[in-house]
T-cell receptor, first 119, second 111 residues
Framework: DAGVIQSPRHEVTEMGQEVTLRCKPI?????LFWYRQTMMRGLELLIY????????DSGMPEDRFSAKMPNASFSTLKIQPSEPRDSAVYFC?????????????????FGPGTRLTVL | QQPVQSPQAVILREGEDAVINCSSS?????VHWYRQKHGEAPVFLMI?????EQKGHEKISASFNEKKQQSSLYLTASQLSYSGTYFC????????????FGKGTRLHILP
């Protein structure tokens, strides 16, 4: 398997522009997570999906951020309009937790990230 | 509800030992440990489930004290390859399947 795929790897844009980040999870994984990483705040969970359905978006900073998962193999994170404070590395991760009774690992597999710079 | 990690940074010489701590104010189901090298994605090290178990990965091991909601990561006889930022992630009782990560502990190993 190719692992979690993210695109683009780097994005430089000007304030006010729309930015779309893309993620392809590992085939068979039914959970997908979007994280934002900055030096100040560390690794923040923005939103996660289970079986393509958004479960918890409490980490989405404001209405300028939106995320979709139209099918099991694709998700997008959109920022419109973008602002300089949105500059960060955005990671997508996927996992497939075992049944509760199995007590097994639910390791998250991270993509390589998208480094976003908003000027 | 973000777990608190300590110390924030550690500098060691190769072969020395280190302990990284992670504490939460919430009742936990599990604690996860990840390592991230500069410019790369976080990589899973291990998970500890409530029950106070200990686990190991090479010369890296961890414990989980569920009564205190604390976990510790032990790095023994550190190697240059251990350099990076270590994150603990906590999953609360109720298993809502999301992990909240601490701010990380930067570890630098000197030759």
């Amino acid at each position: 398997d190719a692992g979690v795929i993210q695109s683009p790897r780097h994005e430089v844009t000007e304030m006010g522009q729309e930015v779309t980040l893309r993620c392809k999870p590992i085939s068979g994984h039914d959970y997908l997570f979007w994280y934002r990483q900055t030096m100040m705040r560390g690794l923040e969970l923005l939103i996660y999906f289970n079986n393509n359905v958004p479960i918890d978006d409490s980490g989405m900073p404001e209405d300028r951020f939106s995320a979709k998962m139209p099918n099991a193999s694709f998700s997008t994170l959109k920022i419109q309009p973008s602002e300089p404070r949105d500059s960060a590395v955005y990671f997508c991760a996927s996992t497939s937790p075992p049944p509760f009774v199995a007590g097994g690992s639910n390791e998250q597999f991270f993509g390589p990230g998208t480094r976003l710079t908003v000027l | 509800q973000q777990p608190v990690q300590s110390p924030q940074a550690v500098i060691l010489r190769e072969g020395e030992d280190a302990v990284i701590n992670c504490s939460s104010s919430k009742a936990l189901y599990s604690v996860h440990w990840y390592r991230q090298k500069h410019g790369e994605a976080p990589v899973f090290l291990m998970i500890l489930l409530k029950g106070g178990e200990q686990k190991g990965h090479e010369k890296i091991s961890a414990s989980f004290n569920e009564k205190k909601q604390q976990s510790s990561l032990y790095l023994t006889a550190s190697q240059l390859s251990y350099s990076g930022t270590y994150f603990c992630g906590t999953e609360r009782i109720g298993r809502d399947d999301k992990i909240i990560f601490g701010k990380g502990t930067r570890l630098h190993i000197l030759p």
